[in-house]
């Protein structure tokens, strides 16, 4: 019943307002976006690989409608790779791209070529790139965006949701030699028309996705922190090598799990960075009601 209302509330302007004004949000924005600046991403990541844990970075922002914000996020970008690199952290690091950010929205082909800067200099310095995939009116655009970077990067990968329908199909199309898939259940409000709306039903389409992630040629990047499904993914990757697929979770979410998880296979925490934090934090806020407690409860005990 919540999450249906934070999800409206993730693409409210007023409520955006209201709860990015509140100084108290902050401490509760804290544990899942590891700070407002490049230099707090770069302090969370070094914490992050001595634990010996990889990691994706995402400079927050969404829904961009206006072709300089584009700019900025791509410039966002560049500076990154360019700090990773001096830094030493590049080798093994992969980004985490909205498109929408990169001006989706906007006529022409501006998300496409801003991607392209964004590959090519990731590339530069031994990283790699994966498409974060937004609600479904943008799929079609996603996945034709990614069948054109990847003719120049063919190691651009993309997310996948297992609540949509059309994603045992998708997937389907991505199984092959080199790809790199990353399975999410999703988190966006969805109608019936085009996802599964009980958790039951998303749980049985990830497990789908998973076998056939797990049985074809590509790169399994298995996003979740449910045991559940963790416990799958392993019975399904044995005889697999262990450099053949990954997990990853979301930065500040089951952090002793990610640790413990680290000891014996791949695994990647996605690291959120920057000042546009709302659309991200009422996302995780949606995902679990408790978070919301948490939330609120933070205002009372002060
Ligand atoms: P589920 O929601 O069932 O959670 C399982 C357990 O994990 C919970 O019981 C709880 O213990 C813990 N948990 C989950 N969410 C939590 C939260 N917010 N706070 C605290 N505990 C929590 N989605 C999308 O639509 N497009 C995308 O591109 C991406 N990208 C992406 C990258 C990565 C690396 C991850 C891990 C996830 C995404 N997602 C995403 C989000 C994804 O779709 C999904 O909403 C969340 O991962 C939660 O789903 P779980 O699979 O963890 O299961």
Request: aromatic letters at 8%; one cysteine or more.
């Amino acid at each position: 019943m919540l999450s249906p209302l934070l999800l409206a509330a993730a693409r409210s302007e007023r409520m955006r307002g209201l709860v990015t004004s509140v100084p108290l949000t902050r401490g509760v924005v804290d544990r899942f976006v590891a700070g407002d600046d490049l230099e707090a991403a770069l302090g969370a990541v070094r914490g992050l690989r001595d634990g010996g844990l990889r990691v994706t970075l995402d400079h927050l922002g969404e829904d961009t409608r206006e072709a300089a914000q584009a700019e900025t996020t791509r410039d966002a970008y560049l500076r990154m790779f360019a700090a990773f690199d001096e830094c030493g952290l590049a080798a093994g690091a992969d980004a985490s791209v909205k498109l929408s950010a990169l001006g989706q929205a906007l006529p022409g082909q501006l998300a496409l070529d801003h991607a392209r800067e964004i590959c090519a200099a990731a590339g530069r310095v031994g990283m790699t790139v994966t498409l974060d995939m937004e609600d479904h009116t943008t799929v079609d655009s996603t996945l034709e965006t990614l069948g054109k970077l990847r003719t120049d990067f063919p190691w651009v990968g993309v997310a996948v949701q297992a609540m949509l329908r059309r994603s045992d199909g998708d997937l389907r199309d991505l199984v092959g030699d080199g790809s790199r898939v990353r399975l999410v259940k999703g988190a966006y409000a969805e109608p019936a028309s085009v996802a599964f709306q009980s958790r039951h039903e998303v749980d049985r389409a990830y497990v789908r996705g998973l076998r056939l992630l797990m049985e074809g040629d590509g790169y399994p990047m298995i996003a979740s922190h449910d045991p559940r499904i963790i416990e799958i993914a392993l019975a399904l990757a044995a005889g697999r090598s262990p450099s053949s697929y990954e997990f990853q979770m979301l930065y500040g979410i089951r952090a002793a799990e990610q640790r413990r998880l680290a000891e014996d296979h791949r695994m990647r925490v996605y690291v959120p960075y920057g000042a546009d934090w709302y659309g991200y934090f009422m996302r995780r806020l949606a995902e679990r009601p408790a978070n919301l407690v948490f939330f609120l409860r933070s205002f009372v005990s002060r």
